[in-house]
């Protein structure tokens, strides 16, 4: 794991960037302001994604259709996911923990800087061993936080502090997924949804073939 010590970051977009707008409530990055300074106590998260390996450690009886078992583990809800931090004694990281881990301390966009890069993280058709790509590595020594698979995170899909914008899906009915994924482009790849700061959302008992996780525990 990686210690991620008590401070400031910044949280969230800057409503006068040029970040595209986009129209619906759901996908828009409305929902990710204002940014701010958050303070977060220091935490600890996983420097990978709970691979297969893993996680079938937990749950022997599980079948996956892979052979690769260094690969994110994938096809799990948030509720599994949960359920395995707790059994190894660890938990969900929160949408702000994930975001702090993933941006560093210089209010990045993309882990590697501010221009978005298609090669550096993975945002193609099939998944990649969690320890793949170089260059998709946080400034805290994070892997696999811009691309691959998208992530859970343990928070509902709440407003951000001070936030003026209004959302029907705000409350306990879904839960916050951060990062990244493979399969983007033949939804209409932008890569705006690729930033760190978009925050996506999904029904906590559903699992997706494009979304994993990574534990986290309080220092």
């Not at 990055?29 to 994604?49: G, M, R, T, V």
């Not at 590697?112 to 590595?137: C, H, I, R, T």
């Not at 001070?162 to 705000?170: A, C, I, L, R, V």
């Amino acid at each position: 794991m990686i210690l991620i010590k008590d401070g400031w970051f910044t949280l969230g977009l800057n409503h006068q960037n040029t970040v595209l707008q986009f129209m619906s409530d759901k996908t828009s990055s409305l929902n990710a302001q204002p940014e701010q300074q958050y303070f977060l106590k220091a935490f600890y998260i996983d420097k990978f994604e709970v691979t297969y390996e893993e996680f079938i450690i937990f749950k022997p009886q599980s079948k996956y259709p892979t052979q690769q078992i260094n690969l994110p583990v994938r096809g799990v809800n948030a509720y599994e996911a949960e359920a395995y931090c707790i059994w190894i004694g660890k938990r969900l990281p929160t949408e702000y923990e994930w975001e702090k881990a993933a941006r560093g301390g210089n209010n990045r966009l993309f882990v590697w800087g501010n221009d978005f890069e298609k090669d550096y993280a993975n945002f193609g058709k099939q998944v990649m061993p969690v320890n793949s790509l170089g260059n998709d590595v946080s400034s805290y020594g994070v892997w696999g936080m811009n691309g691959n698979v998208s992530e859970w995170t343990s928070s509902w899909y709440r407003p951000y502090p001070d936030s003026e914008h209004h959302d029907k899906n705000y409350g306990k009915k879904f839960k916050v997924t951060r990062g990244g994924s493979i399969q983007k482009r033949k939804h209409g790849f932008m890569k705006e949804f690729t930033m760190i700061p978009h925050r996506n959302i999904a029904p906590p008992e559903m699992r997706f073939w494009d979304t994993g996780f990574r534990c986290a525990k309080s220092a």
